[in-house]
């Protein structure tokens, strides 16, 4: 008579917030890890931060053809991910309206940044950024 296999005892698998439990058995396919990966997924507020997320580089916006001398200012707010990543930009304020907007989206979806931190760790953030738009002739006096 061929010798019985032992019975692998049931493990009892934390659940995850919302989650139920679940069983397992310790030779599951199921990952080992009894605790769950801690990912914030909360997007914090400017106020909210120990330190603002900050441009790796100069937030120079190309001055738009066509709009002669005038000056402007478009004033956004912006998502930043954990990593610096622009995820997400939409225009607050624009002066004067429908010659910067396009300009503006466009540099800072293209722009990186540190991240913004709370409690020593980088999170998501969303911040209010203000471009300025100038004439190149007078920028250069």
């Known amino acids: 008579m061929p010798k019985a296999q032992p019975e692998v005892p049931l493990v009892a698998a934390p659940a995850a917030v919302g989650a139920e439990a679940e069983q397992r058995r310790?030779?599951?396919?199921?990952?080992?890890?009894?605790l769950p990966f801690p990912v914030d997924?909360?997007?914090?507020e400017g106020r909210d931060l120990d330190s603002y997320p900050r441009a790796m580089?100069?937030?120079?916006p190309p001055y738009p053809a066509g709009a002669d001398t005038l000056r402007g200012e478009v004033t956004l707010l912006v998502?930043?991910?954990?990593?610096?990543?622009?995820?997400?930009?939409s225009i607050i304020d624009a002066e004067p309206a429908g010659h910067?907007?396009?300009a503006a989206l466009a540099s800072i979806r293209q722009a990186r940044f540190t991240a913004g931190e709370r409690d020593g760790?980088?999170?998501r953030s969303?911040?209010?950024?203000k471009l300025r738009f100038e004439p190149r002739e007078q920028a250069l006096r």
């Open 126 to 129: 969303r911040i209010v950024v």
């Open 100 to 102: 910067f907007e396009t």
């Open 41 to 44: 997924l909360q997007w914090y």
């Open 26 to 34: 310790e030779d599951s396919a199921l990952p080992k890890a009894d």
């Open 79 to 89: 998502s930043i991910d954990e990593t610096g990543a622009v995820r997400d930009a």
């Open 57 to 60: 580089t100069s937030l120079d």
């Open 121 to 123: 760790h980088a999170v």
